[in-house]
């Protein structure tokens, strides 16, 4: 790399510091939106950083902290992080011990960033994934096939093993769930649980749900403050460690037409936080695959993505994060596509917080 690409490229780290702290925060996390504002001006953390995933640098970066912390370590930086203190020192404070822990732990975190992606996952998406899989089973019948992108540990597989403590309606899904999750919806959302056949997923890494390492890096990813979510992770892990599927190692855009191929039913495709890692001349290539495959068949994609100028915050390419036209704090999208006879059909139907618990139903 020349001298000036990897002083660009350090820029965009710096960039991608400062505009993702503000969002983390909205995601709850005072601990990352204080050290993301604060490492942009710190030269090692930058260009440590710089060694990560492309379009996710600083929080690749904390979640190899994160991780490292969570094996048991009793370094200072730990009284930070609520995962490890039940009282956490003040965010603001954290950066010198960060600091530390980088210089110190430099190799070990070189070896996470080189060898895990970011791969996080939230039981709690399945409180806007339901009524999207609800839309589309009554478009394309039951029982449906699903095939996730970017599948992770597959727990996004599982969601139709949770119940759903909808307010105003009451309890959905099955009686004796091992978890039952809870949110808010706005506009009218179709209700119900629909019946799933095959369950596939495909990551270039997947994680093995019984595998301690595998579970630990899961845990590293979620944000330190919300060790409630981790909790029900775990139990979420326990359903996806028990339920029959298939986790495919690989890239999608060369695996999927095998994947597709063994579905025989209604299919629906989804994909959660996963498209912005992706260069946009891959997210063009999916379209395209499935637009290719549905000359032959009906194909259902759902998409829950940053919308184009969340996303672009996120990636440290906008420092405008002006959402005055959307539902307050709606920075993720529902899309809905339907690929039928070589066209694709596809609409905004739903807008999420960046938490996912609260769903704006547009229909």
Not at 127 to 153: F, K, R, Y
Request: proline residues 6%.
């Amino acid at each position: 790399m020349s001298d000036l690409a990897r002083q660009l490229l350090l820029e965009s780290v710096a960039a991608a510091f400062r505009t993702n702290s503000a969002m983390y925060r909205d995601m709850g996390s005072e601990l990352y939106g204080c050290l993301f504002a604060q490492a942009a001006d710190e030269p090692e953390l930058v260009e440590l950083a710089s060694h990560g995933q492309e379009g996710a640098r600083p929080v690749h970066l904390l979640s190899a902290v994160h991780d490292l912390l969570l094996r048991g370590s009793s370094d200072p930086l730990a009284r930070f992080f609520p995962t490890l203190s039940e009282d956490p020192a003040t965010p603001e404070a954290a950066l010198p011990e960060l600091l530390r822990f980088c210089v110190e732990r430099r190799d070990e975190i070189l070896s996470i960033l080189r060898t895990r992606t970011v791969q996080s996952t939230y039981v709690e998406r399945c409180w806007s994934l339901m009524p999207a899989l609800a839309h589309v089973a009554a478009l394309a019948g039951e029982p449906l096939d699903l095939i996730e992108i970017g599948t992770s540990a597959g727990v996004l597989l599982t969601c139709d093993a949770h119940a759903y403590d909808v307010p105003g309606k009451g309890r959905v899904g099955p009686q004796h769930a091992p978890l039952t999750l809870t949110g808010r919806y706005e506009g009218n959302p179709p209700l119900g649980i629909p019946r799933i056949e095959k369950r596939i997923g495909i990551d270039l890494q997947p994680l093995d749900a019984a595998n301690a390492d595998d579970r630990r890096w899961l845990l590293a990813l979620c944000l330190p403050e919300l060790r409630d979510e981790q909790a029900r992770l775990a139990t979420a892990l326990d359903v996806v460690a028990g339920t029959d599927m298939r986790l495919e190692k690989g890239d999608a855009l060369e695996r999927l037409p095998e994947m597709l191929a063994l579905e025989d039913g209604p299919v629906c495709v989804f994909h959660s936080v996963c498209l912005l890692y992706w260069p946009q001349a891959a997210r063009a290539a999916l379209d395209t695959l499935l637009c290719h495959e549905s000359r032959a068949r009906d194909i259902y994609r759902l998409g829950f993505e940053l919308s184009a100028d969340f996303d672009a915050v996120h990636a440290g390419r906008s420092a405008n994060a002006d959402a005055a036209t959307r539902p307050p704090r709606a920075s993720f999208d529902v899309t809905c596509t339907c690929y039928r006879g070589g066209n694709a059909d596809a609409r905004v139907i739903a807008q999420m917080t960046p938490d996912f618990e609260t769903l704006y139903w547009l229909g």
